[in-house]
């Protein structure tokens, strides 16, 4: 059975699709990308069909991460395949459990940096896309902490599946 992890943000350019790809770096890194999918999408869909931000595309290939990204909305009706939706700020959390059509998919939404111990209580992967490029750099590092503590949450929960 594979898991299936989808990353969601605004526009689909900036946060989600670097999440996507750090995270698919890391279950690479561990060996489970025949158990593990992974992608992203947006809570709207003003740029569906475009690259990623420049600015991303970059931040990402100089730390050795895939860049292939093409922006996409995400759709109510993905809950029904997902195990996993992970927001990147609070206002995506909201806006996806109101688009969950079951109180059971509400449950699979969860905030990245919940899986940061360091995080504390501050959750929010800030937007870097009206920042400069420092701005981009600071969402990588807080995606990059993230990223080991949801990757042991979903060792966890494929640990309870066949293979």
Known sequence: MTYRVCFVCTGNICRSPMAESVFRARVTEAGLEDRVEVDSAGTGGWHEGEPADPRTVSVLEEHGYDSDHIVRQFEPSWFSRLDLVIALDAGHLKALRRLAPTEEDARKVRLLRSYDPAADDDLDVPDPYYGRRD?????????QAASAGLLAAVREQLGGRAA
Do not use: D, G
Request: hydrophobic letters at 45%.
């Open 135 to 143: 701005s981009f750099e600071e969402c990588l590092e807080m995606v």
